[in-house]
């Protein structure tokens, strides 16, 4: 199979069972899932997506909104959906993966068997913080705050030119976002809760069950937004619980 600029296979595994997408937060990359390539079991393949700004996409169109970057990302899968998938998205990512999956299913193509929505409330549960007209320092201050990068990186001139750009363009990509009512996912939602997030309350992430005609279930995590990076052997555990797959192993992986 072609490799993709769009999606990326960090350690490819033809003989995987399962394929599991995942897709960064905004700003980010495949840097967040890079460690993942090599803890995941031999039965699964990481694939991460890589989204405009980003990389060898730094010049490719800015998409026109979340179910937009959602829609140029399914083009990208189709060749990839010739086995069981999952989708993982962390705070921005779960919303393009609710927006992917309902596209998949409009389209008549395999569904994935679960969608693990990280860090992020249900559609419609977000408040719009007005990041993406903040100030430079302003928009470091918050990017700090909630971690997931070097606050010294982000005092350098030269990074703030390289990074400021796309994370702006995410988060008003986020403040135009409005998900259309009705429209349901039919796989499981599996919520990854960091318990000291100040971005996630207890509402939006028990909200995601009215987003599924499937079951959704809530995992807390120690933590805050970017819990994940603290316990990489922890996340994957419990979500390799949610592949139900023979040769998968869950929670005895922790």
Known sequence: MAESRVLRRPNPRPGAAVRLLCLPHAGGSQSL???????????VELVVACPPGRLD??????????ADMAAGFVTELVPWLDRPWAVFGHSMGALVGYELVLRVQQMGLPAPVGLFASACGAPGHRSDGGQHVMTDDELCAELAGLGGIDPELLALPEMREMVLPVIRGDYELLSRYRPRPGELLSCPVSVFVGLEDVELSPEGAAAWGGRTSGPCEVVEFTGGHFYLSEQ???V????LAGLPFAGVSGRAFE
């Open 57 to 66: 996409r730094i010049d490719d169109p800015w998409p026109a909104s979340i």
């Open 33 to 43: 899932y890079q460690e993942w390539a090599q803890l995941l079991p031999p039965e």
């Open 232 to 234: 990489p052997e922890r």
């Open 236 to 239: 994957i555990g419990e979500l």
